[in-house]
């Protein structure tokens, strides 16, 4: 939903404890999104074969089949047909800042899942993406993953503000990459109790992305590479730009590309749903890809990642 104004200006500074509001709306879309549905449609449409894993209700049938036309295995996907999928309801001002409510839904029976029986059924995985999910879920699949020496990226993402640091420990210790904004950062670093030293000594590459300023990437020599952003020629709508930017990073890396040129190709993906409404609205144009990779970060580049693109 679209509020025309600023949330700011509704909010009281000394009456937060007593706050009730009520915004009056003038846009009311629903679209599909979850992290990780954006992701998987991203590395879809980028020509990579991923393959979704979650628990979903009844109401899947469409969204399956949308992804399955996008390249996206779901055959991980468990349904149950006593709750609704899970939802997110945004509303965001002017200001592109957002108020949000999230129904778990079916996504609580995630935690019965296990991931062997899914990885044996594809042939095996590259990497195993634990993002933003039932919490007990995630612990399981991340220790899942330990025990059987799968390959994972730690992207805890909003359920930090719910975990507290003991969780949060066993959800990045050994990953090979961990994902996050730079407000997450900071809440991980406060709830663990580890400094940025620390994490670098239990994880192979840090990933913080830093909104309009781009991404830092630190690997465990603890040398830092900044990446700026591709410049957006509209804000229409930020929800699903942090999973846009996995995906291309994603697709990226397991293309051979070095963590600079993924990180150049997860900022040109992550533009290109800040433009649009809606995070799996996006369309592939190979030729536009390549002319606004080539003006943000130079040829070179752009010859580089042009081979880890689709046609």
Known sequence: MHFPGRFADQLVADQLDRVSLSFLVDELTIKRGGVAGNIAYALGVLGRSPVL??????????????????????????????????????????????????????????????????????????????????????????DECRQRGYAFAADPSQQLARMEGPEIRKLVEGAQYLLTNDYEWELLLKKTGWTPDQVGEKVGTRITTLGEKGVQIVGRDGVALEVGVVPETAKVDPTGVGDAFRAGFLAGTSQGLSLERAAQLGSLVAVLVLETDGPQEWRWDRGRALERLQQAYGPDAAAEIAAALPA
């Open 53 to 142: 894993v979650g628990a979903v209700g009844a109401d899947f049938a469409d969204y399956r089949s949308w992804l399955d036309r996008h390249g996206v295995d779901t055959s991980g996907v468990h349904v149950f047909d006593d709750v609704h999928t899970a939802r997110f309801v945004c509303t965001t001002d002017d200001d592109m800042r957002q108020i949000a409510s999230f129904y778990a839904g079916a996504m609580a029976r995630a935690r019965l899942i296990e991931l062997q029986p899914v990885a044996e059924r594809v042939g095996g995985v590259d990497l195993v993406l634990i993002g933003a999910n039932d919490p007990e879920a995630m612990l399981r699949h991340t």
